[in-house]
């Protein structure tokens, strides 16, 4: 398969207004992509990016857990070639803590439930795109269960397996699929983790790095990249490491 051309293309990424999905647009903008549809569940939150880029940068209102909001993106988006599922939430709490099945719910709605639809939602443009990708942003959480955020890490391995899944499902289609796994990133989520936190450009860099070599699991920092090494001797043992990690 020829490697993806950013140049021309355009793309849509979910919480787009900080964080890792902020570094998204700053970088796919810098690799060629023509328009990007900035999306975030608060406009005002997109000002200063719309500021930056006045011509190809086009806010959208997507709340994604409001239906409405994803069914009208149907409308508001004519044509695209590359879409970003990256809006997430993560609560720090385990599966016997107070509210956690409310709130596996909730992450499971926002992490999971929303990019299945939003997909569904999009993919008839995505079909018409001469060269089309989905990229979902999972964890290196989705791959082993973090035990002191029991319940985000189990939205993460739902996403990893739907990632897997649509690969197989949009083969015959031409749509690329891609699954990020990072470990702590330094933004608002992570901001609990006294670990070393590379910035979000790192992860945005690392895909279109990837991407030029065709590679499509992306484990996008030196923390995220020993884990896997550890799963892939024996996914045993990073169960092991995880657990120690977190009851110490
Ligand atoms: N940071 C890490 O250590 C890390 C590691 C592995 C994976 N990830 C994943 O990376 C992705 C981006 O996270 P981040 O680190 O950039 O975190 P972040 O700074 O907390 O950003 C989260 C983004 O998701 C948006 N969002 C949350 N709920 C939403 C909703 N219902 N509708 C629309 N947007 C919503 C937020 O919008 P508001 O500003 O409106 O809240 C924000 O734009 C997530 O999927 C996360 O799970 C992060």
Redesign the pocket.
């Known amino acids: 398969m020829k490697s993806f051309e950013f140049k021309g293309k355009i793309s849509l990424i979910?919480?787009?207004?900080?964080?890792?999905?902020?570094?998204y647009v700053h970088a796919l903008l810098k690799a060629g992509v023509k328009k990007v549809y900035a999306?975030?569940?608060?406009l005002d939150?997109l000002k200063s990016l719309r500021e930056h880029y006045p011509d190809n940068l086009e806010p959208v209102l997507?709340?994604?857990?409001?239906s409405d909001h994803i069914n009208a993106l149907k409308d508001q988006i004519l044509s695209l070639d590359i879409l970003i599922?990256?809006?997430?939430?993560?609560n720090n709490c385990s599966f016997t803590s107070e509210n956690s099945l409310e709130i596996a719910r909730q992450e499971m709605e926002?992490?999971y439930f929303?990019p299945i639809q939003i997909i569904q939602a999009v993919l008839p443009k995505l079909k018409l795109s001469s060269q089309a990708l989905i990229i979902n942003?999972?964890?290196?959480?989705g791959i082993s269960n973090f035990p002191n955020a029991a319940p985000?890490s189990a939205t993460?391995a739902a996403m990893h397996s739907l990632t897997q899944g649509l690969r197989a499902e949009l083969a015959d289609e031409g749509i690329q699929v891609m699954g990020?796994?990072?470990?702590?990133?330094?933004?608002?989520?992570?901001e609990g983790?006294d670990m070393e936190?590379p910035a979000?450009k790192q992860?945005a860099l690392e895909t279109i790095n990837a991407l030029s070599k065709q590679e499509f699991d992306v484990f996008p920092d030196d923390f995220s990249k020993q884990m896997y090494e550890i799963f892939l001797e024996h996914p045993k043992q990073l169960e092991k490491v995880l657990y120690e990690m977190v009851r110490g």
């Open positions: 979910t919480g787009a207004n900080r964080g890792i999905g902020e570094a999306a975030s569940r608060n939150n997507l709340d994604v857990t409001n599922n990256n809006a997430g939430i993560a926002v992490n929303a942003i999972s964890s290196i959480a985000y993460k990020i796994y990072p470990g702590p990133i330094d933004t608002r989520m992570a983790f936190k979000p992860v």
